[in-house]
């Protein structure tokens, strides 16, 4: 089985730019997850969605960040505009559902803004 | 809130030697426990997980017992390899009534094996 697939892998932008993320759920999986990690903070949630709906974007660091998953199969997370700090890599997760307690990780995107 | 609190690295060790990581939480609730690793270069894999009290965790040769008296969830290995090499993360999830929340990391722990 597929597991989650995340796009770009690696991304250099220069600050000011849009940046946009995307990942793909393992299919029948309806709890996705949006991560940030970086040697200062260590991992952190940004949002996660149950069932497509954002149920907790406590994470999202300021108004910049803004995440979207218009079905099931695919969520977004975009960065405008982006700056230096941003630069960290960005991991999506999905999980198959309430009860299941296992998370599975994408590879990341390695955003690294200049 | 939720926090987990791991061993500070790098741990460096010889090849074979006997592994322990430390792994403590505060929780909110009753939680389940996870540890995850990460190789260069790459995402997070879960290595193992516990649900309930006394359960134990094991895979690879690695084991974690999920301890709620002393809320500890330390990973060992008996012989580690160099392929061990990696970050290790431990993780707790806890269900607030309308099932699991997100993974509460760690920091992590540089695990480093020389031949």
């Known amino acids: 089985d597929a597991g989650v697939i995340q796009s770009p892998r690696h991304e250099v932008t220069e600050m000011g730019q849009e940046v946009t993320l995307r990942c793909k759920p393992i299919?029948?999986?309806?709890?996705l997850f949006w991560y940030r990690q970086t040697m200062m903070r260590g991992l952190e949630l940004l949002i996660y969605?149950?069932?497509?709906?954002?149920?907790?974007d406590s994470g999202m660091p300021e108004d910049r960040f803004s995440a979207k998953m218009p079905n099931a199969s695919f969520s977004t997370l975009k960065i405008q505009p982006s700056e230096p700090r941003d630069s960290a890599v960005y991991f999506c997760?999905?999980?198959?559902?309430?009860?299941?307690?296992?998370?599975?990780f994408g590879e990341g995107s390695w955003l690294t803004v200049v | 809130g939720d926090s987990v609190t791991q061993m500070e690295g790098p741990v460096t060790l010889s090849e074979e030697a006997f592994l322990t990581i430390n792994c403590t939480y505060t929780?909110?609730?009753?939680?389940?426990l996870f540890w995850y690793v990460q190789y260069p270069g790459e995402g997070l894999q879960l290595l193992l997980k516990?649900?309930?009290?006394?359960d134990k965790g094991s895979n690879k040769g690695f084991e974690a017992t999920y301890r709620k008296e002393t809320t500890s969830f330390h990973l060992e290995k008996g012989s580690v390899q160099v392929s061990d090499s990696a970050v290790y993360f431990c993780?707790?999830?806890?269900?607030?009534?309308?099932?699991?929340?997100?993974?509460?990391f760690g920091k992590g722990t540089h695990l480093i094996i020389q031949p």
């Open positions: 997760a999905s999980r198959s559902g309430a009860g299941s307690y296992t998370i599975y």
């Open positions: 299919s029948g999986h309806n709890s």
């Open positions: 969605f149950n069932n497509n709906v954002p149920i907790d």
């Open positions: 929780a909110t609730g009753y939680p389940s």
């Open positions: 516990a649900t309930k009290a006394d």
């Open positions: 993780a707790l999830s806890v269900n607030s009534g309308g099932g699991a929340d997100g993974l509460t």
